[in-house]
């Protein structure tokens, strides 16, 4: 008996199998110190802070609270703007509106675990961010942001809900991580430019209490490894 020619590619395909189609998984990096920005097309950035998942199992970023725009605001990781979002900004964040160093100062990104590789590492430094805790004066505190990198300095001060050293940083460091060793110890807010220059940075255990007391977006933060 002849088989046809559509029989017989039939039983081939049902032989051999038809080829899964290769997806393409999360190819963007996001870590301490990487840029990003909700606008790919202005100059402008700020810093991630520290990638982890909440008790949700979403996977989420700690940057800065004067940088957010808007819940549901796209963000991009600049360089990277073509690949799409890397996340979006969510409701839960705090900023200090009248300039001054008086409030916690913190937002929670959502991020986009289809496109995003999440870290510990900073792809531009060797600054590594695996454990949270508080920082003492005294100790030798290193910040990273997109614009100056890694930079160094004795912490000064620590009060209430802020500490300062006397290491660089520039527009676009806003965001990202203060660590001593490995332990993240704040979120650099800004630079005040007196006579002593100084950075200020909003302490990591005030943020993540506030964050788990909104219940929402970030609360149960727990860092990537």
Not at 16 to 25: N, S, Y
Not at 203 to 209: G, N, Q, S, V
Request: hydrophobic fraction near 40%; include cysteine.
């Amino acid at each position: 008996m002849k088989m046809t020619l559509v029989a017989v590619l039939a039983a081939l395909a049902v032989t051999l199998g038809v080829a899964p189609v290769a997806q393409a998984g999360p190819t963007i990096h996001v870590g301490p110190g990487t840029a990003y920005t909700p606008f790919p097309d202005v100059e402008g950035y700020c810093s991630i802070g520290a990638v982890g998942t909440d008790n949700a199992g979403r996977l989420v970023a700690l940057t800065v609270g004067h940088c957010h725009q808007g819940a549901g605001t796209a963000v991009y990781k600049v360089g990277d703007a073509a690949k799409g979002p890397i996340g979006w900004e969510t409701d839960v964040y705090s900023r200090n509106t009248d300039g001054t160093f008086t409030a916690l100062d913190y937002a929670v990104i959502r991020l986009n675990p289809d496109v995003v590789v999440p870290s510990k590492y900073s792809d531009a430094t060797d600054v590594v961010v695996s454990t949270v805790g508080d920082a003492s004066p005294s100790n030798m505190g290193c910040n990273h942001g997109a614009t100056t990198a890694k930079n160094c300095g004795i912490i000064g001060k620590v009060d209430g809900i802020h500490l300062q050293n006397w290491a660089v940083m520039w527009q676009g460091d806003s965001g990202g991580p203060i660590v001593v060793g490995e332990t993240l110890v704040g979120l650099n807010i800004g630079m005040d430019f007196g006579t002593q220059p100084t950075t200020f940075y909003g302490k990591i255990t005030p943020i993540l209490a506030d964050i788990n007391a909104k219940g929402s977006y970030g609360a149960g933060f727990t860092l990537v490894q």
